[in-house]
Every structure is written in C-alpha cells, then in structure tokens.
C-alpha cells in the first residue's frame, strides 16, 4: 500500500512533516505543500531540466501558472535552469504558432479567418480557446495530490499523542483544509479506521 494507505500504523514522511509544520505560523498543511513545491522546484531545476518527459510536461501546460513561475525565483541560482526551460517553451510556442499559420495560409478562407480573429473579440475567443486547451501545471499537479495526501494522513493519526500534541501548539487547519478534511470524514474515510 502507499504511503498514503490506511493499514497499519507506520508513521512515515507526510507525517512528520506535519508534526514539524505545526510548530510554525499558520496552517500545517499550507507550510506542508509550500515546503513540496519549492522542493519540487529544486530538483526540477538541478535535476529535470533536459529531462524529456519534464520537457513534455511543461509543453502541455505551457509552462508553469503565475503561482509556480514566481516561485522559481526563490531556488537559489535558478537563473539558469529557468532560461534553459522558457527558451524551450518559447521556442515551442513559436513553431505551434507557425504550424498554425502555415495550415491557414494554405486555404485562402482560411488565411481571412486566421487575419480576421487576430483582432477583436475573435482574438480573445482564441486565446481563451489555447488557455483552456493546456493541461494543469506540473507544480499544481503535483501539489493537488500532496495536498489530499496530507489531509489524510492528519485524519489518519488524529487520535496519535504525537500528532495530538504538536497539533494542540499549532495554529489549526485553514478554511479549506477544515473543508477537504471534513469532505475526507463525510465520504467515510474514518470509518472504520479509527
């Protein structure tokens, strides 16, 4: 089972990060998934740069969201790595961009069409239609996933002393980590369990 699952009381990694994080200002999952996303950033940048399935990725996505790109410049040296991986990006989305044009500029109609939505309302409608085309960002992704994985291994060692404890010095859990864990309960996640 992983890291995640329900058997057994092994108490590993997700849950003495939280144990740690409740000794901090604010929500112990929000200091949680901050801490995986920089990390996830570090060894992106040092480690994943050429990597040609990150490099699939980020084309899908077409780069990072606003949250992630900014929270690239807090690796330290990551200048780098960056303009290594938004040269490939950019370079990506001028060849879709030129790919595009060419097919358009075969079919006459097709070229007014293209001219026509370069402009206005259309031109809107077009890149509203590229944005929602993209997947999710890696850093989103990988955060989502974290994030339910936390709020289970909270549910999971509610009742433990250690978790208990460190989680009493803390500063609770936000609005919507209260929400998911409560969401987490109602679906019957403790029962049985606890």
């Known amino acids: 089972m992983s890291e995640t699952g329900l058997r057994g009381p092994g108490k590993f990694i997700r849950f003495f990060r939280l144990v740690d ?5 604010g929500c112990p999952v929000c200091r949680c998934l901050l801490a995986d996303a920089r990390q996830y950033l570090d060894s992106l940048l ?13 084309h899908a996505s077409w780069g990072f969201c606003n ?37 358009l500029v075969k079919n006459h109609r097709g070229l007014l069409g293209w001219l026509s939505r370069l402009g206005g309302r259309a031109r809107r409608s077009l890149l509203a239609e590229v944005h929602r085309r993209r997947t999710v960002c890696p850093g989103c992704q990988l955060i989502a996933e ?23 010095r803390s500063e609770g859990l936000c609005v919507p980590h209260s929400g998911a864990s409560s969401m987490a309960v109602g679906e019957g996640f403790a029962s049985g369990h606890g």
């Not at 994080?21 to 200002?25: G, N």
């Not at 040092?46 to 980020?58: A, G, H, I, S």
């Not at 960056?82 to 030129?98: N, V």
Request: net charge negative; glycine share 2%; aromatic share 12%.
């Open 46 to 58: 040092y480690e994943q740069v050429n990597d040609p399935d990150t490099r699939r990725r980020l």
């Open 21 to 25: 994080a409740c000794d901090r200002p």
């Open 67 to 103: 949250w992630h790109a900014w929270m690239l410049r807090e690796v330290s040296d990551s200048a780098f790595g960056s303009a290594i991986m938004y040269e490939d990006l950019l370079r990506a989305a001028i060849q879709r961009f030129e790919r595009k044009a060419n097919r």
């Open 146 to 168: 974290s994030e339910v994985d936390y709020v289970r291994v909270a549910l999971q060692f509610i009742e433990d002393p250690q978790f208990d404890r460190a989680y009493g």
